[in-house]
DNA sequence: CTGTTGACCGATC
DNA sequence: CGATCGGCCAACA
């Protein structure tokens, strides 16, 4: 896959929006579904392009938000109807299918 | 141009 | 379960 284009991000952004509060998606999903080769460039995205989209709802393949932002994202997530068990969300019952 | 770093993932030990 | 490794790709010093 080439370099990066702006429909990439676009797309990905796109995704984004698209899931609805109380579901959430992982970096992989989204970086498969934008037609990313490496889930890596949505993490970068996310760190490098600030936009308003809910990024919250974006979570590792673990089920929990990235170290730093766990404990914040976890807490905006309970607020939306996704309850974490032990720092931990049910991906097999909030992850947004595409 | 080279080397590090980073919101990752999957396999393996 | 935790730790490590390799692969992945772009930004940055």
């Not at 970096?27 to 936009?51: E, F, K, N, Q």
């Not at 766990?70 to 109807?81: D, H, K, P, S, V």
């Amino acid at each position: 896959m080439a370099p990066i284009t702006d429909e990439q991000v676009e797309a990905v952004r796109a995704l984004v929006a698209t899931i609805p509060a109380g579901r959430v998606a992982t970096y992989g999903d989204i970086a498969a579904a934008a037609g990313l080769s490496s889930p890596r460039i949505v993490g970068w995205i996310m760190r490098t392009d600030s936009s308003d989209l809910p990024w919250h709802r974006v979570i590792t393949a673990s089920g929990k938000p990235a170290p730093h932002l766990a404990t914040r994202q976890l807490e905006r997530l309970r607020a939306e109807g996704v309850l974490a068990t032990d720092g931990r969300v049910p991906l097999a019952d909030v992850r947004h299918a595409f």
